[in-house]
């Protein structure tokens, strides 16, 4: 399956997917596929007045009607909304229950951490790491990173034994220039990678280093000595996407 195009402009949906089914001895039943994709309702609209999310559910269903053992799929759920992406999630996990093996290339890095049994990261055209899903969201995955993160030093050969966690908060005011407190916690706990980004509006995260309990303390601490009070501080598992942008950098592309 492309990410885009492949149909007649002039072929109607429910035509398009028999004529694909007519190629292979047991195909999926035509309907029943319409129907898991969304499409019933668009059984007799031509592939030219579909919508791109449309056009991209005829694209998944016209692949997998022919029953395949292997099935490669290109950011499938391009276009679509939360409710088909969804569909579409199910859909693969159906296929990979039925024993086909689906390769997806996908930028949503929920899509991959919900769908994927292993994971490759692949930054400039070049293999960085790969592992299967909870190795990579553990740091235990095997690569060539060039990232200087603590949480993925497993990602360039060296043995890590805690889980990769990160460090959130909410201050009770706002404070633009925080860059004295990375400075001293990276003195204080010997962390010379330690980084300071903003992780959503009103919100900092600390990065490249492990969150042990020395790290909160002292983090606390050094507010507590400037008076400066936080409102929130969470703790958790890091996701793909933080795993992600340690290894790949956070400048554009």
Same mark, same amino acid.
Not at 4 to 32: F, K, T
Not at 60 to 77: I, K, N, Q, S
Not at 187 to 191: D, K, Q, T
């Given at each position: 399956?492309?990410?885009?195009?492949?149909?007649?402009? *002039?072929?109607?949906?429910?035509? +398009?997917?028999?004529?694909?089914?007519?190629?292979?001895?047991?195909?999926?039943?035509?309907?029943?596929?319409?129907?898991? $994709?969304?499409?019933?309702?668009?059984?007799?609209?031509?592939? !030219?007045?579909?919508?791109?999310?449309?056009?991209?559910?005829?694209s998944?269903?016209?692949?997998? %009607?022919?029953?395949?053992?292997? %099935?490669?799929?290109?950011?499938?759920?391009?276009?679509?909304?939360? @409710?088909? !992406?969804?569909? $579409?999630?199910?859909?693969?996990?159906?296929?990979? !229950?039925?024993?086909?093996? &689906?390769?997806?290339?996908?930028h949503? +890095?929920?899509?991959?951490?919900?769908?994927?049994?292993?994971?490759?990261?692949?930054?400039?055209?070049?293999? %960085?790491?790969?592992?299967?899903?909870?190795?990579?969201?553990?740091?235990?995955?095997?690569?060539?990173?060039t /990232? &200087?993160?603590?949480?993925i030093?497993? /990602?360039? *050969? &060296?043995?890590?034994?805690?889980?990769?966690?990160?460090?959130?908060? @909410?201050? /009770?005011?706002?404070?633009?220039?925080?860059?004295?407190?990375?400075r001293?916690?990276r003195?204080?706990?010997?962390?010379p990678? +330690?980084?300071?980004?903003?992780?959503?509006?009103?919100?900092?995260?600390?990065?490249?280093?492990?969150?042990?309990?020395?790290?909160?303390? @002292?983090?606390t601490?050094k507010?507590?000595?400037?008076?400066?009070?936080? !409102?929130?501080?969470?703790?958790?598992?890091?996701?793909?996407?933080?795993?992600?942008?340690?290894?790949?950098?956070?400048? +554009?592309?």
């Open positions: 399956m492309l990410q885009g195009g492949g149909a007649y402009p *002039g072929i109607r949906v429910g035509e +398009m997917i028999r004529l694909v089914a007519s190629y292979y001895e047991n195909p999926l039943d035509p309907d029943w596929l319409m129907e898991t $994709v969304g499409l019933t309702k668009h059984a007799k609209t031509p592939y !030219r007045r579909l919508s791109g999310g449309q056009q991209q559910r005829l998944l269903a016209c692949a997998l %009607v022919g029953r395949p053992e292997l %099935v490669f799929l290109d950011e499938p759920t391009a276009g679509l909304d939360a @409710q088909s !992406r969804l569909a $579409v999630w199910e859909l693969i996990r159906s296929l990979k !229950r039925d024993g086909a093996s &689906v390769v997806l290339t996908t949503l +890095m929920d899509e991959a951490e919900n769908l994927s049994d292993r994971i490759y990261i692949i930054d400039r055209g070049q293999l %960085v790491a790969s592992g299967t899903t909870e190795e990579i969201l553990s740091g235990g995955a095997a690569g060539s990173a /990232a &200087v993160s603590e949480p030093r497993a /990602a360039r *050969g &060296v043995e890590t034994k805690t889980e990769p966690r990160r460090l959130t908060f @909410q201050l /009770a005011e706002t404070h633009s220039d925080l860059n004295w407190l990375v001293a916690l003195e204080e706990l010997s962390a990678a +330690m980084e300071l980004n903003p992780a959503r509006p009103g919100w900092w995260e600390l990065s490249n280093t492990e969150i042990t309990p020395a790290l909160v303390a @002292q983090f601490a507010l507590a000595e400037r008076s400066i009070l936080v !409102r929130s501080i969470e703790v958790d598992r890091r996701s793909l996407e933080d795993i992600f942008l340690d290894i790949t950098g956070r400048d +554009m592309r």
